[in-house]
C-alpha cells in the first residue's frame, strides 16, 4: 500500500509539473540582446566620462590652436604660453602670449634694481623675492606649487599690471633653495619652458661691502629707526653710505672664492636651460644691455626706468674702514683686480 502511494505520487509529480524546453535559438536571441543593451550603456557612461574631464583641456587646445602665429618659429612655441588664472579671466588678453622667467641672483648684486627696471616695463609683471619665506622653500614640491601659482597668472602682487601681461617672473636667490634643488627646478624649467636670467656681479669686494653695510643697517636703523635695503633719495643714500665696514682679512679671501665658486656653479647648473648671463656692472654701463633682455623676453622695446638710487657710488678706498689692510690682503691673489681696476659702479 505504501509503495503503491509513492508509485502514484511520482506518477502525479511528472504529469502536474513537466519541465518546459525553450528552443536554442530563443535562448541565443535573448543572450545577445542582453549583450547589446550592456554594449550600449557602456558607451554611454564612457561619452559622459569623457565630457566631464575634458572641457578644460579642450577650451585650453583650442586657445592654442585660436591664438596661434604661424610665423613663430616652432622652437619657440614652448616658451609661449597662454595661462588660464582661477582668480580672473584674461578676456582680451587671451591671446596675449606669456613667457615665463625667473632673475636667479645673489643678495647685493643689483637684482634688485634690475627687477625694478623690468616692472617698469607694461607688460611685465615680476612678483619680487618670494622664496625668501622659508615655507615657500621647505621642500622641492612646495617650490613648484608656488611656482605653478605665479605662472598661472594667479599670484597677486604689486607687479601685477593693468595692461595685458606678456612677461611673469620672479627673483630668486641661490641660497633660497636654487642650489639646494637645482636638479628638480632645471627639470620644471625645461618642462615648463621657464627662461632663466642669472644676474651676478663682477666686482666681489663692492659686493661684500654692500652686504656688511646691509646687516648693519638691520640692527643700526639708520633711517629714522626704519631698516632699508633699497632707497629713493639721494639724502638717504648719503646717510648710509657713512658706515663704512671694517673687513676680516683673513676671511676675505675665502669668502670671495664662495661667492665666485657658487656663480660658477649656478652658471654651470642653468646653462642646459634657456638662459642669458647678465653683470650688474655692463647693465649701468651700458643701457643696450637692458634692451638685449627684453629681446631674449621677446618684449616690446621701450625705455625702462628705475628709482632706486645707489648706496655706494664712491671709491672702494673711502668707502673701506681697513683699505690698507684690504689692499694689502688682496695684492698678488686672482682678486686684486678689484681693487686695482675699480668698476666705479
Known sequence: ??????????????????????????????????????????????????LLVTPNQMKVTSTRQTCHDPSVP???????????????????????????????????????????????????????????????????????????????????????????TAAVGLKWMLNQGVMQHHEEIIEYFKKRGVSAILLFRRNLLRRLVSVLANTHDRDAKQLNGTHKAHVHSTDEADVLARYKPTI?????????????????????????????????????????????VLEFLKLPQQKLFSRHVKIHNKPLSDQIENWDAVHAALKGTEYESFVNTDYGV
Open 1 to 50: 500500500m505504501v509503495v503503491d502511494d509513492r508509485c502514484f505520487f511520482h506518477k502525479d509529480s511528472l504529469v502536474i509539473k513537466p519541465q518546459k524546453k525553450y528552443p536554442l535559438g530563443l535562448w541565443i536571441a535573448v543572450l545577445g540582446l542582453i549583450m547589446i543593451s550592456g554594449i550600449y550603456i557602456c558607451s554611454l557612461c564612457i561619452k559622459q566620462r569623457v
Open 74 to 164: 616652432k622652437p619657440e612655441l614652448h616658451y609661449m604660453h597662454y595661462p588660464e588664472p582661477t582668480s580672473y579671466s584674461r578676456e582680451e588678453c587671451a591671446c596675449m602670449p606669456v613667457r615665463f622667467f625667473a632673475i636667479l641672483s645673489m643678495q647685493r648684486s643689483g637684482s634688485g634694481w634690475f627687477e625694478t627696471l623690468l616692472n617698469s616695463h607694461v607688460n611685465v609683471s615680476s612678483n619680487g623675492e618670494i622664496f625668501s619665506v622659508k615655507e615657500r622653500r621647505s621642500n622641492i614640491s612646495t617650490i613648484t606649487e608656488t611656482l605653478d601659482k605665479i605662472y598661472n597668472l594667479d599670484w597677486y602682487s604689486s607687479a601685477s599690471k593693468n595692461e595685458c
Open 248 to 292: 676680516n682679512t683673513t676671511l676675505l679671501i675665502p669668502e670671495l672664492k664662495h661667492t665666485d665658486k657658487w656663480a660658477s656653479e649656478a652658471l654651470g647648473h642653468f646653462k642646459s636651460s634657456r638662459h642669458i648671463l647678465l653683470y650688474y656692472e655692463d647693465l649701468v654701463n651700458n643701457k643696450t644691455k637692458l634692451m638685449d
